[in-house]
């Protein structure tokens, strides 16, 4: 298992990446809208993993209430796993919560799902399937 990503809650990518790509210089491999998440993505690789900046697209998307909360900042660490189902499976029977909306798809077309916070030391943990099942490869 390896860290994948680490997302981070923003209210403005624009903004966010005046710091992230204009001052520490990191580079933008992608932008995406994910309109079941509500939110826009920029991705920007950083050594082995990846920094994911989430901007919320809605009023009611789960990153628009987590900066009412919160304000901006760390939003979730995400691993990757080689299956997620079975994973899954061994931490639920293990009594692990994960959220509802698991498995879908997500940024990349990649598969995840959410670990709950009160699971997880307070961390909300996202895992990521390591490489797109072959029936999303046909589309
Ligand atoms: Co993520």
Known sequence: MKLDHIGVAVRSLEQSLKFY????????????????EKVRVAMLPLGEGRLELLEPTAEDSPIARFIQKRGE????????????????RQLEAGGVRVLPGKSEYGASGHRYAFL??????????????????????SR
């Open 73 to 88: 900042g760390i939003h979730h660490i995400a691993l990757e796993v080689e299956h997620l189902d079975r994973h899954l």
């Open 21 to 36: 790509r204009d001052q520490l210089g990191l580079r933008v491999a992608g932008t995406e809208e994910i309109p079941s």
């Open 116 to 137: 709950h916070p009160a699971s997880c030391g307070g961390v909300l943990v996202e895992l990521v399937e390591a490489a797109p099942p072959v029936r999303r490869e």
